[in-house]
Every structure is written in C-alpha cells, then in structure tokens.
C-alpha cells in the first residue's frame, strides 16, 4: 500500500477518534439545583435538601494509650495487618505483584477503615476473635460507646483483593442510633513506581453502568462537593486503587477530605441502630482486569481501555494466560502477535493478492498514460475499459489497516495500564512498560521498513519516497511508546514481511 493511503487511512481513524470522543463522551456537569437527587449524583453542599448537612471531615478520637496489638493474615496476593488502635487495616504487603521482587504497599501511616462517629470516637478496640474458612479470613474487633458497644468486622477473601467490613453496635435505646463514617485514604505506593499518575476519583451510582472519572488536581472539583448515595466510589493511582463497592450497606454521602494531610475518602453510612449491621465491600489492590471483575464488573473501566475495551480486554487475558506459560511478557507479546497474525491471515492474504493486482494495474495505466499521452480521449476511454474488465484493487487492502488500527490502540492501552509489564525485562530491555533505553527496536523498525517495505518496493519515486517517509515516520514514533508496544510492531512488521515472501513464492509456483 503506498504512503498516501497509510496516511489517509490513519488520518480518518484519528478524526473519528476525536470526533467520537468529543461529542458522545459524557462530561462532568453542574447539578442543576431544582432538580431531584439521583443516587451517585454529585451535589455542593447546600445545595439540595440531601446535602444540606456539612461535611464532617475532622474526626473526634478518645485517647489511646499502651501498646498497640497487631495481627496479620496473609492470602494468596497480599498480607493483611491489622491494628487494635482504631481497629483499622494497618499495612498491606502485596506480594509477587508484576515482577518486581520486593512486596509493594500502598497504605500509609494512617491506615484504612477508621470509623468517625457522631460522639467521640473509641481508638481502643478488643480483638473478640479471629476465623477462616476456605473464602475469607474472619476478623472480629470491639469497643464500648457511651452507650452500648460498636462491633468491627473484617473479611478478607484469600482469591481476591476484597475485603468486607460490617459495623454493628449493641446495647443502645430503641430510639437511639448511631452514625458512622468510614475513612479511606488514597492509595500511597511505597517504594514509588515511575510513570506513575496523580490520584483520580471514580463514582458511580445504583443503576449506572458506566463509572465518572473527577480529576482531583483543582479544589472545586471535591472540597465543597459530595455524592448521594454512591455505588462505586474509588480513589486511584495509575496502578492500584482503594474503593467502596456497594454490597449491603447504603452510604449516605460520599465526599473527599485533605483533613489528615492525605486524600481520603469519607463514606457515611446508615444510621447504626440496636442488632442492625452496615456492611460495604472494598476493593484494596492493584489495578488487574480479572481482579477488578472479581469485586464488581463496573470496576474494569479503571483501566481506561477506553471505546476499544472490548477488544482490550480478550487481549489483556490473552497476554496474562501465555506469560503464565512462557513465563516471560516479551515472548508472550511475540506469540500474541503470531496468534493475532493467523487470525488476520484471510484478510491480510487477499490483501495481498489486492496488492499485486494493484502493481499490475499501475503497470497497465502506466502504459496507457505513455500511449496515448497525446490523445485524453482514448486514454480516458481505455482507463475505463481497464476498470472494468479488472476492477478497482485496494479495498481489500484498507480492510486490513482498519483492522489493524483498533488492535494496535488497544495493545497500546494494556501494556501502558498494566502493572505486570512494570519492570518486566526481555533482552536488552529492562521494563516494557517504559521506551526502549537504547532506541534498537524503534531503528529496527524504520530499517526493515527502509529496505524492505510491506508489499514490495516500487518503481515510482513517488511511491518509494512515501515508503522511506513512513519508515522515517513509524522509527520516530516507536521511539515516544512503550518498549513492548515497539516489539509487537517489529514482529508484526517482520511476520508480514514474511507472509509477503510466502505469497510471492505460491503464486509463482502456482
């Protein structure tokens, strides 16, 4: 294919792209402050009879002294410690995450779970017991109120990175309650990964299907703003995320707090009565497709596979499942894209039987330009018997660079998301998330294109100037992507290539 379709084709795909983008991407509105609250809807505080209480981001806490008692669980992906003073979830160690060698944490020293009340709060909680069965570890903690008792209860499942936490309180009036807030910082990742990206919100309400994203760098995006009624409501980093995900419990009011030097969540709950139990499910952990669905299948837009997810996904699964055999990301992005080549074999076959109908036919107009050069007439006229009896060639070539486009924006989205690529190393390369440090796969890129272009080299300068240009092109940009994006381009270059050779052989025996 020459230069000008590539550019053509790939011009057209980015103005849709864009286009797509800009008029049917929802974006963030002011709430109209006459209209009715809808579970998930951000409101400014003072704004609507639901919001009408301040936001309490301070938290009132008894004293605390001795020694705090610690205990941990450990699962199949992390060890879990947990704290007696505020029986809050102290430390998380994640284990065998991507292929870094050391265990990543992502909880500073405030800790996860401290609960905020309407009276001053205990610190000092009594660990009543400590469980497991096959789905989770049981952790019960708790501590006398005023009046009655407050009961924490964690579950920790040993195959997900979920854990439950149920808030009941005894012994109160029958006309008594008790309201409870539940503090959740933003994940804080120690030791820090490059490339890493600012904090994020994620929210969603009851009957939503689709989370909304809230950058957190401006104040007025969160400080006087809170969400009625959540279903979703997650803080994250570009690679592991801290949420509520709706399981029993209704949270009143969701809002964002900087009271303790640190993003946080504040999750207030339902009025906590006699024998009457809160329960939420919180996901705590990296940011995995098969791990994020495990908790709540909304949860997978974290990744921004943007309107390419469905084709994002399989190959998220896809890569994983053949790591998992090869025990290398490198090869595994080189037999993805074999795999991904033998499924584009029918198309990219005809393509290239289109392609040398399409040499064949500028041969022939060549002749007939040189012809009649003289007469426009018939050369018109021979120009269109041609047409006719051969076709117009090239279709089929589009086919497959608009096929390839989706795939190739799509990879690109899973290997910049994917913290299993972090510092995953193949040769010379030491992390394919990140450029190639010595720029070899992005020159091997624009050599092999240079000497031997896709579909052959051409006669016509035109033509052949357009292919150095595009190899010129395609080296540049290897060189700004991820080092594994650069080696599923140079493979795919080199299988194409390829299957060139194979077909030209074939037909000549043929």
Not at 84 to 97: E, K, P, R, S, T
């Amino acid at each position: 294919m020459a230069f000008k379709d590539y550019f053509i084709t790939f011009l057209f795909a980015l103005s849709f792209s864009l286009a797509f983008q800009y008029f049917f991407t929802p974006s963030t509105q002011q709430t109209n402050q006459n209209a009715e609250v809808s579970a998930g809807q951000a409101v400014t505080v003072g704004s609507m009879q639901d919001a009408q209480a301040p936001l309490i981001k301070e938290i009132e806490l008894d004293h605390v002294s001795g020694k705090q008692e610690l205990i941990s669980v450990q699962t199949k992906y992390a060890q879990y410690t947990f704290s007696d003073h505020g029986a809050i979830l102290q430390n998380v160690d994640f284990l065998h995450i991507g292929s870094s060698t050391q265990a990543l944490q992502t909880v500073d020293e405030r800790g996860l779970f401290l609960i905020g009340l309407d009276q001053k709060a205990p610190m000092h909680f009594t660990l009543e017991e400590q469980t497991e069965d096959e789905q989770a570890f049981h952790i019960k903690y708790s501590a006398r109120l005023h009046h009655g008792t407050l009961y924490k209860l964690f579950d920790v499942y040993k195959h997900a990175y979920q854990i439950d936490m149920t808030l009941m309180v005894q012994g109160l009036d029958d006309q008594s309650s008790v309201q409870a807030r539940v503090y959740l910082g933003a994940p804080c990742l120690q030791p820090a990964i490059e490339y890493n990206e600012p904090v994020v919100l994620y929210h969603s309400g009851v009957k939503q299907t689709s989370l909304e994203k809230i950058e957190l760098q401006k104040p007025e995006n969160w400080e006087e703003t809170c969400w009625i009624k959540p279903d979703i409501f997650v803080l994250q980093d570009k690679y592991f995320a801290h949420g509520f995900a709706k399981k029993e419990g209704v949270v009143k009011r969701a809002y964002l707090s900087m009271a303790r030097d640190a993003m946080e969540m504040v999750l207030e709950t339902a009025p906590l009565q006699n024998d009457k139990v809160w329960k939420g499910s919180f996901y705590v952990g990296p940011k995995e497709l098969t791990s994020l669905q495990q908790v709540d299948s909304r949860l997978d837009q974290l990744l921004q596979y943007g309107w390419f997810a469905f084709i994002a996904k399989p190959l998220d699964h896809v890569l994983v499942l053949i790591k998992d055999y090869v025990h290398n990301f490198g090869w595994a992005l080189i037999l993805l894209t074999f795999l991904l080549k033998l499924l584009m074999l029918p198309f990219t076959w005809r393509s290239e039987g289109d392609r040398r109908k399409n040499v064949d036919m500028q041969k022939k107009l060549a002749y007939l330009q040189k012809k009649y050069a003289h007469d426009p007439e018939e050369l018109n006229r021979q120009r269109m018997d041609l047409m006719q009896k051969h076709g117009v060639p090239g279709l089929g070539m589009c086919l497959v660079a608009f096929l390839n486009i989706p795939i190739f924006f799509a990879l690109n989205s899973v290997i910049r998301n994917s913290l299993h690529l972090h510092e995953a190393s193949f040769l010379w390369i030491s992390n394919l998330a990140a450029s190639d440090p010595y720029y070899i796969l992005p020159v091997l890129c624009g050599l092999v294109l240079l000497f031997n272009p896709i579909g052959g080299g051409s006669d016509d300068l035109k033509q052949a100037m357009g292919q150095y240009m595009m190899a010129v092109v395609i080296g540049g940009v290897m060189a700004q992507l991820s080092a594994g994006l650069a080696l599923f381009v140079f493979v795919n270059i080199l299988f194409s290539l390829m299957q060139t050779k194979i077909h030209e052989v074939l037909v000549k025996n043929a």
